[in-house]
Structure formats: structure tokens, C-alpha cells
């Protein structure tokens, strides 16, 4: 559906039986869940006992958090064609960033297959497992969600009818950033960004029907890009750009950033990833194959310095059996970065060499990061591991195997396995003298309540975690982590 017919959709909903229809079931299936988490570390908290949790755990090797949440889901109306749902989720933590953190608030307004969300919302990542991926490099589950405003169509809809052979889906928004406070007072107030805007969009087509071929091929882009807000250097500040212009730019990554006159880039602090996949569909198991391609502004977009960078993934779908039910494997390779040699032209070297990419670093903001955390891979190293009031990353040339197992041995068990290991380089302006290895793994258990057909027993969950980091690169930690989780 063109996006104009969805605008003047929604500019009707308001006076239409439909949307009385669908305020009216604003109160049914409402779902409510209280967690309480606590971390218990030797040293800071091991990385798989923090990483890919959307920011709710601490580097800090004693914490915890206190979590209630309620909410309604878009998808549980999926016999209307108006659709409405909201969610709520408020932490209070101790030994975190902030005492008490509104992690989701979020309201979604869907026609069809199109949506028009609002607010601050956890988002899973786009063709990676959710449980057992090493992370997203553009869009990941590490951080917390930055408040957003974006028109998406979150599931794949056909574009050749009944067939269902080619689908699309993507999304389209502008958000802003929400650590300010928090940087300035990390950084004691050196250097930091606050208020940053924040652009995104995505796009992905499949090809392909599991139902009538076994063979399913996706692919997609996906580019971000902060801008505007303000930068503080000892104290000072300097507002950036964030008029129409601005916003306008970053879709098409033109303009400029402050200060640029001769040697120009482009505004704010863009980044992307191209995405693929194939999949191989069995009769109750399944392979699939991904490839998830990072770049830095234009230079390792397209295929002028050739893509040496990436991550590499395979996942098996086990047919049913008590012991492995899902099996990945990730090598992730970021050590080229278009090469080690800079040159902007000159009128007497006319040549321009745009290597040296600093991924997930950036002159003027922050980099990629929100709340001190990577908003795409974790085995970036968080900036927080060094708890020197700096927020840039000085790890993101690096090596890893990264391994990931699950399984439900009985119907109320559930577990997983993760293992990466990491060959560490620093970066290229500031190298290791040697490199720094790093061995990270969590064993993790859920256990559900067997008796779920009794009132007072159901809805409960308890997840067991044990996790540990040995090697140079953020020292040796060791932590225990117990969640109880009630869901009404």
C-alpha cells in the first residue's frame, strides 16, 4: 500500500466504525509481567551476562533490576483491518546508569500490514536469531530502544498477490537520543552529545514461498545516522544543524558536518549494513546461511575497497529432539575498514583515499552507541568496560568465532549455550602493541512452572544464568544471574 493512501487512512481512522471498533478492544488482551533480576560478579559483569538484553543489564558486577510491564500487542487483532496497541515498561535498577528507567512507551497504530509507531520500543533484529546471534552490526538488541517515530511495515507483505513469491517489508523514522544527563555525568562533562536526532530506514524483499519451494533467498539495507543536537567539549557547547535541510540530508547522506569547509563528508554520523540470506527448507529442519555487511558513511557501502569486513552466519534448525533444537555459528571479521592509509585530494594530489573507517567511532557525536552501550554488535567493546569517562571505542579491529546452542530437553526446560572467542587489534589510530584475546560464555537455563494448568502456578518463569570473560580484552569476570518473572 503507497504511503499516501496510508496517511489519509489514518487522518480518517478517527471517524470510521472500524476505529470505535478497535478503541474498544484497547482493554482486551492486555498482558502484565513483573521481573526481578540480580547479578552477582567477580569483577565487572561477564559480557553474554550484559550483551543483547536491549540495556537492561549492568556492566557493574552487582546489579539488579525490579520490572513491571504491561502492555497490548498490535498483532492480537489480526482478524481486523485497524489495529491498535500500546505497551509500558518502567526498571528500577540499582547499580545502573539511572535508578529508574522507562525502557518502553510505546503506542502503534496498523492498517493492514502498515504501522505507525511511536515511542520507545524493543525491536528484534532483522534475519539473525534472536536468542543466539553474537548481534545485529547496524540494528542490534544491546542497547536500550531510542525514542522513535517511524512509518514500518514489520512483516513481510506479498507483492505478487496470492502467490506469495516476492514480499517486502522496512521502515521509515526520526527518533532522538536520551542520555545527555547520563554522558555528561559519565564524562564529567568533557566530552558528550545530548539531544542527538536520530535517523533510520530499512529495507528487505524475500523470494521465495516455504510452502510450494524449499529454497527462501532475503536481503535488505539498512542505514542510521545521527545528527543535530549538541556537542560539549570541556564545558562548552556547540548546537548542530537540525533544521528541514538537515533532516532531508541525512536520508540521502549529503551535506556536511560543522566546521567542514574544503574536506567535506557527510552530515552526521551514518551507518549501514547490507543484509542476505538463504535459506534451505526441510520438512522439519531447516539451514540458512547470512551475511550482514557493515559500512562507514559511502566507502564501504559499494564495492569500490571491496568488502574484506563482515560477519558470516549459519544456523541449523535441528529436527525435533530432546537435546540441540538450534545450532549458529558466526565468524566476524572488522580488521580492514577500507585499508590503513587516509587522503583527502589536494590540488597537488588529486587522489582521494577514504580508508581508515574508525567503525562506530565518529569526530563530532559519540559514535554508535546509546547509554554507553553498542547499538549494533557487542563484541565492539562496550566503552563502559573501561570506565575512563570516555565514551569512544578503542577496540573495533577484531576477529571472532562466536558459537551458540539451544534446546528444550522437557517442555518446562529450556537452555542455551554461547561461546565467543575474540582476536583484539585496538584501532588503527590507536593499535595494541600485541594483539588482546578475550573468551566470553554463558550458560543459561529457563525454567517454566510444569503446572501451568493451576491458576496460582502458571505464568511463572525462573531463568538461571552462569557467565564468564577470560582473556586481556576485558579481563577475567565471573558472574551468577537469577530472574524471576511473573506473567498475568
Known sequence: MK????????????????AQNAIQRLGEDINYSIEAQITASKGQTPLWLNANRYGMSSITGDNGHLRVRFGKASESDTTHKWRIGYGTDIGFRYNAESSVFVQQMYADFAYRGVRLSLGSKERPMALKNQELSSGSQTFGINSHPIPEARIEIPEYISITGKSDWIGIKGHFGYGITTDGKWARHYTAGTNYSKRTLYHTKAGYMRF????????????????????????FNNGKEQKLGQGIRDFI????????????????????NTVGSWLFSLSYVGKDWEIRTYYDHFFEDHSMMFFQYGWLDGLIGAEINLPQNPYINTFVYEFMNTTYQAGAVYHDHTPEIPDQISAIDNYYNHTIHSGWQNWGQPIGNPLFTSPLYRNDEKLNFNNNRFKAHHFGISGTPIPWLHYRLLYSYTSNLGTYH????????????????????????KPVLSGWQVKLAFGLDRGAQIDNNTGMQISIKKTF
Open 3 to 18: 504511503l499516501k493512501n496510508f496517511i489519509i487512512a489514518l487522518f480518517l481512522f478517527a471517524h470510521t466504525t472500524n
Open 430 to 453: 590507536t593499535p595494541y602493541l600485541t594483539p588482546k584475546y578475550n573468551n566470553s560464555f554463558l550458560c543459561e537455563a529457563t525454567l517454566s512452572s510444569p503446572w501451568q494448568h
Open 249 to 268: 540530508e541525512v536520508i540521502f547522506g549529503t551535506g556536511h558536518d560543522i566546521g567542514e569547509t574544503v574536506y567535506k563528508n557527510a552530515n552526521g
Open 208 to 231: 521465495g514461498n516455504k510452502d510450494k519451494f524449499p529454497l527462501i533467498f532475503e536481503g535488505g539495507l539498512e542505514m542510521a545516522c545521527m545528527f543535530g543536537g549538541s556537542i
